[in-house]
């Protein structure tokens, strides 16, 4: 057996097992990556993980997410939401910065959450938001949540939304 017919068949069998894992239902999201030093995605990486958001959404996963690391101050990912209304959330301690790279979505923000489930950890879900605004979000739209702003997310039927999301620990938020 020659070299590169032994790296073609272990290429294949890892990516065989990948795929096999990868269609296993999940209880919870792998961890996040550590970001220590200079980190890159080029673009290709990052066209293929969005192909496999979509792959994942048309296999009935609601949300799919790819997670690309956590600083320790704050953590990056990307997702891809398929229809549906998502339930509220708030983050005691974390802020959001919400790209939408692709897609539409109706965002319900501010207000309060009634009927949340206080997860013991900074994370409210749940229930439904009172009194809070909604704003059409779109392709291109950059939008900030801070710490302990409810919100949700709401995605039309035949319809997706791509976000690359950054969450940072609130400094003011987590010393109080």
Do not use: C
Not at 59 to 77: C, H, L, P, Q, Y
Not at 101 to 116: H, M, P, V
């Amino acid at each position: 057996m020659s070299i590169r017919h032994l790296v073609a068949t272990l290429v294949s069998l890892a990516l065989s097992a990948g795929i096999a894992h990868a269609q296993q239902p999940s209880t919870a999201p792998p961890p996040f990556p550590a970001l220590e030093g200079f980190a890159f995605w080029p673009s290709a990486q990052v066209k293929a993980l969005v192909d496999k958001l979509a792959a994942a959404n048309e296999r009935g996963v609601a949300t799919a997410v790819e997670r690309f690391g956590d600083s320790g101050s704050f953590k990056v990912f990307v997702e891809r939401r398929a229809p549906g209304d998502f339930a509220p959330e708030a983050h005691v301690f974390i802020d959001d910065l919400l790209y939408v790279q692709d897609g539409e979505a109706r965002l319900l923000y501010g207000g309060a959450i009634e009927g949340g489930q206080d997860r013991g950890n900074g994370e409210i879900r749940g229930g439904r938001i009172v009194d809070g605004k909604s704003q059409t979000i779109a392709a291109g739209d950059l939008f900030f949540l801070p710490a302990g702003m409810p919100h949700q997310i709401m995605v039309a039927p035949g319809k997706h939304v791509y976000i690359l999301a950054i969450k940072a620990t609130n400094a003011k938020a987590a010393a109080k």
